[in-house]
């Protein structure tokens, strides 16, 4: 079992009941590239996981030092990471992980997601799922995978959602779906996204900072 991505898409977290989430609904915070900086940021939110939402995303039972090198994998040069955030906390994470060439098959990457449980059945996984496809796309990766628990309902609803084809394999569910081809739109779409990364940070951090009353306002 693989427990960076597989173990860490398991956690469909954001996206419970995708069919109850129309793509245009909008969402309480929004989503920007993590940053190195921002690895502690990314271990609060692991550890801020209930058990079973931690269970369920890495496949098994995990100590806080694992998840301490888990976010400093999240960094990585690796490793593509997306944050959503609420009043300037991060809630959820999508990580991007590149597999290893296969000869004769297409370059290929697993996604993997975490949402914090008052933030899972809003809709938060099929947005993060759409901004992850957009890295995909612009990184050469053909093909998405998605790796989950035959039990796992809202990740199930989610590749299904995504159009993802579903196989079980060693009492997983691989969920395979094939990624656009890179586009000009599509990179000036992610340097735009870089841009408010850059800022947006600053500002999450300033709101971090205020007393929790006064965030949002």
Request: charged share 25%.
């Amino acid at each position: 079992m693989n427990t960076t991505a597989s173990a860490s898409v398991r956690e469909e977290t954001a996206s419970s009941a995708p069919a109850a989430h129309p793509a245009h609904e909008r969402l309480e915070g929004h989503i920007r590239k993590l940053i190195p900086a921002e690895r502690q940021l990314i271990l609060d939110h692991l550890l801020r996981l209930d058990p079973l939402s931690r269970f369920m995303r890495f496949g098994g039972v995990v100590s806080d030092s694992a998840l301490s090198r888990h976010a400093t994998r999240v960094v990585s040069n690796e490793v593509s990471a997306l944050g959503y955030f609420v009043d300037g906390e991060l809630r959820a994470v999508a990580e991007l992980h590149p597999l290893n060439p296969r000869p004769g098959k297409p370059a290929a990457a697993e996604a993997a997601f975490s949402v914090e449980r008052p933030w899972q059945g809003r809709g938060v996984g099929s947005a993060l799922m759409r901004h992850l496809v957009l890295l995909a796309q612009n990184r050469g990766i053909e093909e998405l995978q998605v790796v989950f628990l035959p039990n796992n309902g809202p990740m199930k609803n989610l590749a299904v959602h995504s159009a993802a084809e579903l196989k079980l394999d060693d009492e997983e569910v691989v969920g395979r779906m094939r990624a656009p081809r890179a586009t000009p739109f599509s990179q000036a779409r992610e340097f735009l996204g870089d841009v408010f990364a850059v800022f947006s940070s600053a500002f999450d951090m300033q709101e971090r900072m205020l007393p929790p009353n006064l965030r949002g306002n």
